[in-house]
């Protein structure tokens, strides 16, 4: 069984860092891909990061490219999400999903065939990043 736990979330001054936790069991890392997303009270969730295992490729949303990176642990048992420089407009819950993605041929095949949140059927249950102004 795929399970994912998050942590890591809370109450930060803008300016400030945080970093997220997903721990993953029930699956070993070769050819899934893990991604957070986040969602804000009246809006639809959104891909924030995304780490593909099978070819190694890292994709950002634009609003997070240069602040947020995403990262695993040698173990392959945690993936991590380090937030800088956060704004006010990053507060909501973040989700880490996972989801079996092969890619063998190596096909870079973009952001958003990897931020559509429907398409992805593993999650956990959400931490709460909140940032003050």
């Known amino acids: 069984e795929v399970r994912l736990v998050e942590s890591g979330g809370g109450l930060v001054q803008a300016g400030g860092s945080l970093r997220l936790s997903c721990a993953v069991s029930g699956f070993s890392f070769e050819d899934y891909a893990i991604a957070w997303f986040r969602q804000a009270p009246g809006t639809e969730r959104e891909g924030v990061a995304c780490?593909?295992?099978?070819?190694?490729?890292?994709y950002y949303a634009d609003s997070v490219k240069g602040r947020f990176t995403i990262s695993s642990d040698n173990a392959k048992t945690t993936v991590y999400l380090q937030m800088n420089s956060l704004r006010p407009e990053d507060t909501a819950v973040y989700y880490c999903?996972?989801?079996?993605?092969?890619?063998?041929?190596?096909?870079?095949?973009?952001?958003?065939?990897?931020?559509?949140?429907?398409?992805?059927?593993?999650w956990g249950q959400g931490t709460q990043v909140t940032v003050s102004s």
């Open positions: 999903a996972a989801d079996y993605r092969p890619n063998s041929s190596g096909t870079d095949y973009g952001p958003a065939y990897y931020f559509d949140a429907g398409a992805w059927p593993n």
């Open positions: 780490l593909s295992f099978s070819d190694r490729r890292i």
